[in-house]
């Protein structure tokens, strides 16, 4: 049997090829991130996509000068991907890519952050 990523595929008795695909699990956190850096995870084993979204705070009016920055532990201020509010960013990542995030603007307060998690558990 060769196995990839949410699907296995086999030859059934008649020599026929078959594909079976894994029903994908979903998990979701909400994350305060600060100045301080976080790891963005909910758990799921065998993750394969991670979709990170900064919400914002009600009628902030700020909301279009704040964002998160994200990067591999340790990472410098300034030096991460920037992800503003009112927008999403998916990533195609596996079970072990550590993903990092901490907040980007100089604005007083903290930024909530969803994640989503698509993958295997």
């Avoid at 699907?7 to 079976?20: F, Q, V, Y």
């Avoid at 909910?42 to 704040?66: A, E, F, H």
């Avoid at 009112?86 to 995030?101: K, R, S």
């Amino acid at each position: 049997m060769i196995t990839f990523p949410s699907k296995a595929i086999s030859l059934d008795e008649d020599g026929r090829l078959r594909i079976n695909r894994a029903a994908p699990k979903i998990k979701h956190a909400q994350i305060t991130v600060t100045t301080t850096e976080v790891k963005l995870q909910t758990g799921l084993n065998n993750r394969r996509t991670l979709i990170i979204k900064p919400v914002r705070s009600g009628t902030d009016p700020d909301r279009l000068r704040r964002w998160i920055e994200i990067g591999p532990t340790g990472f410098a201020s300034d030096s991460g991907t920037p992800v503003w509010e009112e927008f999403a960013l998916i990533l195609q990542v596996g079970p072990d890519d550590a993903i990092y995030a901490k907040k980007g603007d100089n604005l007083s307060g903290n930024i909530d952050v969803r994640i989503i998690e698509l993958g295997e558990d």
